[in-house]
């Protein structure tokens, strides 16, 4: 499969909200970086498929699920690797507190299965957008 087609896949995936079916697109070993701190439980490092699914189900449970806003302005893709360029909009479920930024996902693709995927959002801004 192409390298857009799995992205395209992993995006609807996304949209679909199983988290459990956005995993199986994932190698069993992968490099996932979400930058964040130790208050926002979603974020850090992950290594393993496994894993996928905890992070989506620990993010839903701290956002409100029906409120965000996903915007995808651009994909580039180069070979095995691509670029997404867009906006996401978010609601703080412990503070009611909206907030949106531009983003950048850099994903990487080995055959069928999606390898790489790193994250780049206003860190600042989800942190100010959870503290109590």
Do not use: C
């Amino acid at each position: 499969m192409a390298t857009r087609d799995v992205v395209e896949q992993f995006l609807g995936l996304l949209a679909a909200g199983d988290p459990d079916r956005v995993a199986e697109i994932f190698a069993d070993d992968i490099d996932w970086y979400v930058p964040g701190s130790a208050a926002l439980p979603w974020t850090g490092q992950r290594s393993k498929r496994s894993e996928v699914a905890d992070y989506l189900r620990t993010l839903r449970s701290n956002i409100v699920p029906d409120k965000n806003v996903d915007e995808v302005e651009a994909l580039l893709i180069d070979g095995d690797h691509a670029i997404l360029l867009g906006r996401f909009t978010r609601v703080a479920k412990s503070t009611g507190r909206t907030f949106a930024m531009p983003i950048a996902m850099h994903l990487q693709v080995h055959g069928d299965e999606i390898v790489t995927m790193h994250l780049y959002e206003d860190t600042l801004k989800v942190s100010e957008a959870f503290a109590e």
